[in-house]
């Protein structure tokens, strides 16, 4: 690099962003970020060399300086030249100091750290200024612009940069008039000012041409290139970018080159050909490997993480972007490390790794705050929204599952207003920078996070105001995204003509920019649209064409929901929807096919291609939700109930590894997860069994199991299978009924009644409201046992148990005390027990030797306390009875037994908490017999059971009055 030579990356709209400067301090202090020890001793050996003059030491020190630099050893880099500066200064070499202040602060823009190097440009300008170097003069305010666009401060960089033309035409140097309209370009590149910005960058173009500087020439068409794509005109830019590829070929410029293919790869990313946009990058990889250009290697392994993100392929996506993040902290580029993390951020998003995701967002938050870098603070602000969002989302489930009380539903609100508000900061950091671009992305996620929060009106507002925005700036891109946006919320609003003239302009201006996914999102929310019309044909059509772009960018998730509505379709509408050619009376068979391949799909990924997706987002995505219950629904209309019931087994699986998702706690998102020594644990798919494997452990423990399923797609309905061991216990019999339910909503209400009932049937509620629960309650029993399940559980034998496999909103139902037409409760009758899925039976059995499993079990019973506590109602006489069956069963010892007079608080707690030493270990398995819970204080605390009072007087801790007590159920 010659002497005031102007730095590559002031030729660079990367849209990297870096804090405002700090004036006024010693040049020779520099951060620590740009401090390399071992290069630091290397120097002190060259300056201790006695032989060697002040100029010749300078000269080694700029050498080995330089060499690193090209390296992309920038910290060692800078080390090096800081001491030829020092040295320099030290003996009054003016040509040298003037040649190492440019040259240091290149080696601190290097590592993102603008608002360093901008002194050291400032303090060069000041030389030239003295010396009357109107050339240099003119680089120098090349670099300040330079600095000062990366700053943010877009107004101080187009003065540097109208400044440094001037004094470059004045001076006649063609070269740095190139530098300065290259600056300039980039200025109004960033303020999407693209019109303009293309002009400046021909001009450069056609100067770096004239003067044979084709690596220049070169940079400087890719520039275009990115203009052009950035107005969605990606013939343009891969014509540019190609252009850019040609002459760096033609001069040597490896560094050049690995540019080129990797805005390339950028091109085809956009347009959804992640095929080709990974191959550029690994092309990118091969030239940065065998030049050492670590920036270069970082830059591509971002790149292809990006690729992989958007195929769904989180893990791939995690793993490139820690390689990429040692890369940046072995260049020392702090900029880019803000920007892995904050990368990391989303990928763990789309990973369920919520805490991983907000401990990442917060470093980025806090390394672009101490940078301040106002687009990377910005950036981060509108990843952190969505953080929030998926909190908020988190926190929804968890309060509609009934568990943590209110707890839920408050945080589920603090979340959903720290989304609004940080949304709201990207919009501000965006507008205080000139980014139009990014004003109207944070604008439309603002809307979004409105919308959440019930305020439809708001968001289409604020979509209407990024569609404006988008538009004035030709931001194809943006304007596609704020259609997409503006139909949803329209169809979320009932506006469905207005929807779909919204999201048919979003699939236009996708198709138009050849953005084949964003068209295929599109086509399939207008596609419900149109269904939601009345226009099967029509949402028929549309449904195959979202089905065939996703397949043609390999979008997984996009083709199960196309398919599995298809199928859906198929049945509605007589087979019309999905092709006439098919005759009514095939469109059965013809839409089970098609549901069982979108499930195929779903569950048969293709693992050599990564494209597993993890199972906190498979268990939530909606499309594949409706998969299987598409595919069920079909299977149980061609009367095949135990592949039904296999496939619902499934789908329960998959919501079992969702609550048990790494990074999913009950936490607020405050940060502290763990990015698992950079690995991510993706639990595999759970396989849909065969009807034998299902059935097994129906006769390896000899009990009944009914199974239930809500369906929500086409209409409510609760799907019960009854499954029990045939009279000769070699084979199980299936029944199979299906119950019409009003809604999911009444059907939460219906066992809030039952439920409330139990817990206060012992006195606490009187009258009517009693009369009226124990009503819901027999109701609950008609819906739950209907007639053909019901005669299947009263053939069974007495001594076999009815094992209960409720869904999300049965899960609260007492079972136990179902009321039978004799008068007395189900569990009066026989032993009752539940399982949330047929594979956790079957697990469950095998860890307690029913399935063959060798694992020692630790049992607890306990249960039938007495003397019962004031105001609660007793266990039936049949208690004792069934737990000590139960104990025989599960082989407990006496001191694991503890029933009656023994069954108190402190005798219960001592269980299931031992202290440690006592050589008592914790049970593995709990069983317990205590319908005599009460009052409304217990209900809203779960995990607690009633038992006797103890011996000794103490608190009452809520187990009613008369000295009655509560324990903690520490093990289940």
């Not at 910290?75 to 003016?94: I, K, V, W, Y």
């Not at 050619?581 to 779903?602: M, N």
């Not at 049992?859 to 104990?887: I, K, Y």
Request: with cysteine.
């Amino acid at each position: 690099m010659m002497e005031g030579e102007y730095y590559d990356a002031c030729t660079r709209s990367d849209g990297s962003g870096i804090p405002h400067g700090r004036q006024g301090f010693d040049l020779l202090n520099l951060p620590s970020e740009s401090f390399h020890e071992p290069s630091s001793h290397a120097a002190q050996s060259i300056l201790a060399d006695t032989k060697a003059s002040p100029s010749e030491k300078c000269d080694r020190l700029h050498a080995q300086g330089m060499m690193k630099f090209k390296q992309a050893d920038f910290p060692a880099a800078a080390t090096f030249l800081q001491a030829a500066l020092q040295h320099s200064m030290e003996h009054g070499l003016a040509a040298a100091t003037d040649l190492a202040l440019p040259l240091v602060g290149n080696a601190l823009y290097s590592q993102g750290l603008a608002n360093f190097a901008l002194p050291f440009y400032q303090r060069s300008c000041r030389g030239k200024l003295h010396s009357k170097d109107r050339a240099g003069e003119a680089r120098a305010h090349a670099n300040i612009g330079a600095a000062y666009q990366h700053l943010g401060n877009v107004d101080l960089a187009m003065r540097h940069h109208e400044q440094g033309i001037r004094l470059a035409e004045a001076a006649n140097d063609r070269s740095a008039l190139a530098a300065g309209l290259s600056g300039m370009g980039i200025a109004l590149y960033s303020m999407a000012l693209y019109d303009r910005a293309i002009e400046q960058y021909r001009r450069a173009a056609v100067i770096y041409r004239e003067i044979g500087d084709k690596a220049r020439e070169g940079a400087t068409l890719g520039n275009l290139g990115n203009v052009y794509h950035a107005q969605a005109s990606f013939g343009a830019a891969e014509e540019y970018h190609e252009k850019h590829a040609e002459l760096a070929r033609e001069a040597g410029d490896q560094v050049g080159l690995a540019v080129a293919l990797g805005n390339l790869a950028n091109v085809y990313q956009a347009q959804g050909r992640y095929t080709l946009a990974l191959g550029h990058h690994t092309q990118v990889q091969g030239i940065a490997t065998a030049t050492g250009d670590l920036g270069a290697l970082c830059r591509s392994f971002t790149g292809s993480a990006s690729a992989h993100e958007s195929l769904g392929r989180a893990a791939q996506a995690h793993l490139l972007h820690h390689q990429a993040l040692g890369l940046a902290e072995r260049t020392g580029d702090v900029t880019l490390q803000a920007q892995i993390h904050g990368s990391l951020g989303s990928v763990a998003l789309d990973l369920g790794r919520l805490e991983a995701a907000t401990d990442h967002l917060a470093k980025a938050l806090d390394m672009s705050t101490a940078l301040q870098d106002e687009a990377g603070i910005g950036r981060v602000h509108g990843i952190l929204g969505r953080a929030h969002q998926a909190w908020q989302a988190h926190h929804s489930r968890r309060s509609r599952g009934g568990g943590g009380g209110g707890g839920h539903r408050r945080r589920q609100l603090h979340h959903q207003q720290q989304a609004i508000e940080h949304y709201t900061l990207a919009v501000a950091s965006a507008t205080r920078i000139g980014d139009r671009a990014g004003q109207s992305r944070a604008t439309a996620a603002l809307a979004s996070a409105e919308l959440d929060a019930g305020h439809p009106d708001r968001a289409l507002a604020l979509l209407h105001q990024a569609l404006e925005t988008a538009k004035a700036i030709e931001d194809v891109a943006g304007q596609g995204r704020a259609e997409a946006m503006l139909g949803s919320v329209f169809r979320s609003m009932g506006r469905l003509v207005e929807a779909e003239a919204a999201l048919d302009a979003a699939a236009s201006t996708s198709a138009r920019m050849g953005d084949h996914q964003g068209e295929a999102r599109s086509c399939s929310l207008l596609a419900a649209v149109l269904q939601a019309q009345g226009r099967a044909v029509d949402a028929g059509v549309t449904y195959r064409r979202a089905y065939a772009l996703a397949r043609r960018v390999g979008d997984t998730g996009a083709q199960v929901g196309s398919l599995a509505q298809l199928a859906l379709l198929c049945q509605s509408s007589n087979g019309a929807a999905m092709d006439p050619a098919v005759p009514a009376d095939r469109c059965l068979a013809h839409g089970l096919g098609l549901a069982e391949q979108a499930v195929a799909l779903l569950c048969n990924a293709d693992e050599e291609r990564g494209d597993v997706v993890p199972v906190a987002v498979a268990a939530a995505v909606a499309e594949q939700t409706a998969a299987f219950e598409v595919n069920q629904l079909f299977l149980i209309d061609s009367a095949q109930y135990a592949r039904g019931l296999a496939l619902a087994d499934c789908a329960r699986e998959l919501a079992i590894q969702e609550l048990q998702a790494p990074g999913d706690g009950d936490g607020d998102g405050d940060g502290g997860g763990n990015d698992d020594d950079q690995q991510v644990h993706q639990r595999p798919r759970p396989a849909v069994a065969t009807p034998e494997q299902l059935l097994a452990p129906v006769l390896a423990a000899n009990v009944a199991v009914v199974y239930y399923t809500v369906q929500t797609v086409p209409n409510a309905e609760l799907f019960v299978w009854c499954l029990t061991p045939s009279v000769a216990g070699d084979t199980v019999d299936v029944t199979y009924a299906r119950q019409k339910i009003p809604s999911r909503q009444q059907l939460l209400l219906l066992v809030a009644a039952a439920r409330r009932h139990v817990l206060t049937v012992g006195g606490m509620a009187r009258g009517a409201a009693l009369a009226a629960d124990e009503q819901s309650l027999g109701f609950l029993r008609q819906v739950l046992l209907p007639a053909p399940v019901f005669a299947a559980v009263e053939q069974i034998p007495p001594r076999c148990s009815i094992v209960f496999s409720p869904c999300t909103e049965l899960c609260d139902v007492p079972f136990s005390a179902l009321p039978m037409p004799d008068g007395r409760y189900l569990i009066e009758h026989r032993p009752v027990a539940m399982a949330y899925s047929m594979k956790q039976l079957a697990r469950s059995l095998d860890a307690f030797g029913a399935g063959g499993g060798e694992a020692e079990s630790v049992p607890l019973v306990f249960g039938a306390p007495q003397p019962v506590p004031e105001g609660l109602r007793p266990t039936p006489a049949s208690a004792d009875a069934e737990l000590r069956a139960v104990s025989l069963l599960l082989g407990c010892s006496a001191d694991e037994l503890l029933v009656g007079g023994a069954a108190t608080k402190d005798a219960i707690a001592a269980r299931l908490s031992p202290e440690q030493g006592t050589g008592i270990a914790a049970p593995t398995i709990v069983h317990s017999c205590t319908l005599a819970v009460g009052g409304d204080g217990l209900a809203a605390r779960p995990g607690l059971v009633c038992c006797g009072p103890d011996g000794g007087e103490h608190e009452d801790e809520g187990g009613g009055g008369g000295g009655g007590g509560t324990a903690a159920a520490a093990a289940a």
